[in-house]
Every structure is written in C-alpha cells, then in structure tokens.
C-alpha cells in the first residue's frame, strides 16, 4: 500500500495545508487514576532505588497487513488505568531511582498533517486508523505525566531498567492484582451485567440456533453481539457447546449443530473497556426443560458449586474451595456405582478416581485477564488464604464423554458446568453472578421465558 501512495515533496506540502486547527480538548480525570497511581506507588516501594519499564505491546500481526485486534497488557492496564483506548507499543515509567517516585507514560501521539505518518502510513496514520490522542489528553485523563515515544531511549540512557521479562517484576505486578481495589470491584460488577445480557441473548436465540446446522455459531454470535455492545470485546474464546460437545472443555470450533432435547453448556465473559472481564458458565436445556437423567447431573454439579459456596469465606484457604466440590463430586460418583471405591478412598491423593470425570480446577482468580494472577507464587494463590476483595470463579463441572464406557449408555454425551464470579466480603462471598439462574426449575422458567 505504502509503494502506491505519493509522496512527493509537491504532494507532502499540498496534503499538509489548509486542515483546521485541532481541539485538544482536555478530558476530565478518569475514575481509575487515583488507583492506578496508588498502584505504581506499591511498585516503586517494591523496587526502591531501580527503573521498571512496563509495556503495552506492540500488535500482532494476523494475515499480511492485517492486525489482531488490539489490547494492552494487563499489568499496563492495572497500572495506568488505560483500557481498550490504548495506544500500541506505549511504554510506562515507574522511576523510583530516588525518594521522589515519578511515573511517566511514554507514547507516540498522532503525528503532524506533514508528516508521511499521516496520511501513508496504514499501520497508525490517521487517514486509517484515526487520530491518537495528545500527551496532554493522556496526561489529564490518567493524572500522569506523558513524554513522547521517541524520548524513552534518551530517557533511559545506560540506566538498567527491569520490565515484565524479569520474574521478580512480572510475578510482583501479578500478586498485585489478587485483592481488588473499589474501582475494580465496580468494574467486575459490570462486567457481569454485561454477560447476563449475553446470556439473555443466547436464550432468545435457542430455538434459532436447533434450525441452523451450525448451531453453536448462532449461538457464540448471540454473545458476541452483547459483547460489542455493552463492552469491548469478548473476555476469552466463547465455549458453545451442544450436546456431547459440553465434555469437550475448551470446545471453542462451534460448530456443532444445536438439538431439542440436548444441553448446552455456554461458557462466556465480555470485557470492559476497563479490560476487565467477566467468566460465567450455564448448562442450559435448550427446549426448555431437563431430562431425568440431565437434572440428576445438573443437580450433583449445582451441590459441589454449593458446597464450594458454603465454605468460601475470609480466612479460608483458597484450595478448601476446590477440596469442598470435589467431596460432592466423589460422592456422587461413588454412590452411582461408576467407580468402585468409597468417596473417602477415591479423594485420597494416590487414588483420585472420581476426577476422570472433572478434570479441571473448580476456581481462579478473574479480573484483567480470565485467568487473573497467573504469574503469582503457590503460596500467595492456591495455598493463600482468602482476604475481602477477591474475586475468583466457583464452577465444577461432571462430563460424560459420548464413548466413556465407564459409565452407564443414559449418561453419555451429558456435560454440565456452572460457574460463577464470586467477591470475597468480611463474613462470606457475595455471587456476583447470582442474577443468572442457577437451579432447575428458575432455569428452566428462565430459558423458557426468554424464547416467547
């Protein structure tokens, strides 16, 4: 594209006159920067006396000159505040080399009406992709100051500077995210509002979706459609998974058809602009009504999400949560006469039986990424302790592959999992996701309701 565009110094002069003056109109402080600056503040105190660059990212090229949709890294995010608005290749600052902390945002803002950048470069021209903002819009919308991309080499100098490659920094910054702050709690609030309206949108569009022979992409694309609308993007790769599909645990094809009489197991998150995003699962009856043998697997799953409910509480380790479920799901297990051991035996550590039929975790951290935290130590996750304001997912799960032939013919071919976002408060956890029905009948009523 670049080779067919002239560039003429006659043309350069002649595209680079009679444009009208910007406005640079400043915006008011976002809600996010005193956070994001206490934030920094807790990064500095950690790394006293050393430079720490933390970037954006650059972006990723999908096919030739066409790019993946652009998002930050969530550690910028965390400590800029600056979501889906943000800059490409930006750089942030946080200078604790002496007592007097500063933090600087280093970025490439839109490039002058004379420079080749604006109208020939397809990348970050406006002519393309539209205006990026002024260092001062920046500035006051994120309480921070803004330097020019092109500086941060000169600022820098022979300093020696740490950034997210260093482990020390990245496993840090990750630990940082485990107990949210006001602003993020509100966020996570409504990030879950969104999803519901995506889960609303998916149950007016079962009976759509049985009538496609790919089903679950009428589905998926009910989600996405909220997604765009109410947030930014999606969280992670929505799971649609009908019938036998729902064992599959990160069905994301999509492709199946959708059946009356079958389950399907949607597993779904919309980002913010925040970047902040929800993680939801409903196994939903799609003609409206649970079979015997589906209601009996559903309401095992439903008892370990409340027995994981029942335990999860300030002071509480985080991995009790994970042990409360999986003693339903033994349990269960064992009494159907699928494994051939008591519960007690099976939870023992060398036996483990009952987990061919839930593999995964029953809990993560969420926030910025759906898998908050990931960089953070054993001892500060699984083994920590649960503290106010921490929010992670609740969500076990029974799947029944179509040729497990462990199990009786009438359970094959049945996954179920239901998860939910939950925010640990002073005397429990409040389920953030609670307005999504859970049990049989007000899910029942609830998809039957959506689809008059």
Request: hydrophobic letters at 45%; glycine letters at 6%; one cysteine or more.
């Amino acid at each position: 594209m670049r080779s067919r565009t002239p560039h003429s110094e006659k043309f350069l002069k002649y595209i680079g006159s009679n444009w009208a003056d910007r406005a640079n109109n400043l915006p008011e402080v976002s809600a996010v920067a005193p956070f994001a600056s206490s934030r920094r503040q807790a990064v500095a105190k950690q790394f006293a006396g050393e430079l720490i660059l933390i970037e954006a990212g650059a972006t990723k090229v999908r096919s030739n000159d066409t790019d993946y949709m652009y998002r930050a890294h969530s550690a910028f995010a965390h400590l800029t505040g600056w979501g889906s608005q943000t800059v490409a290749d930006s750089v942030l600052v946080i200078d604790a080399r002496t007592t007097a902390t500063n933090s600087i945002l280093f970025f490439s803002p839109t490039a002058g009406r004379d420079s080749e950048e604006f109208f020939a470069n397809a990348a970050i021209g406006e002519f393309w992709v539209g205006a990026r903002p002024t260092l001062s819009q920046v500035a006051a919308l994120l309480d921070i100051e803004t330097k020019p991309l092109s500086e941060l080499e000169a600022f820098i100098g022979d300093a020696k500077a740490k950034s997210l490659e260093d482990e020390e920094v990245a496993q840090f910054v990750s630990e940082l995210r485990l107990v949210k702050d006001e602003y993020e709690i509100s966020e996570m609030r409504s990030a879950v509002a969104a999803s519901i309206k995506g889960f609303e949108a998916v149950a007016r569009n079962l009976v759509d979706a049985t009538l496609h022979e790919r089903g679950e992409r009428v589905v998926e694309t009910a989600f996405y459609s909220q997604a765009r609308i109410h947030g930014n993007n999606l969280g992670y790769d929505t799971i649609a998974a009908s019938g036998a599909h729902a064992c599959i645990l990160h069905w994301t094809n999509n492709d199946g058809a959708v059946h009356e009489g079958d389950l399907i197991l949607v597993d779904a998150g919309v980002e913010l602009d925040s970047l902040y995003t929800a993680d939801i699962t409903r196994t939903l009856p799609i003609n409206g009504k649970f079979s015997p043998i589906q209601k009996k697997i559903y309401e095992a799953v439903l008892e370990a999400a409340d027995a994981a409910f029942a335990v999860a509480k300030s002071g509480v380790k985080f991995k009790d949560v994970h042990a409360a479920a999986m003693a339903v799901i033994a349990r269960k297990v064992s009494e159907w006469g699928l494994i051939d051991m008591s519960a007690e035996e099976s939870l023992q550590e060398e036996n483990q039986l009952h987990r061919r039929w839930m593999v995964h975790g029953t809990s993560h951290h969420l926030g910025l990424d759906v898998h908050d935290c990931q960089q953070a130590r054993k001892e500060m996750y699984l083994e920590a302790e649960l503290q106010p304001g921490m929010v992670f997912t609740i969500e076990p799960g029974l799947y029944f592959h179509a040729d497990d032939l462990m199990v009786p013919e009438e359970y094959r071919g049945i996954g179920v999992r239901i998860e939910d976002d939950v925010l640990v408060t002073a005397d429990g956890v409040e389920n953030l996701s609670a307005a999504l029905p859970r049990k049989v009948e007000e899910l029942e009523a609830w998809v039957i309701s959506h689809q008059n």
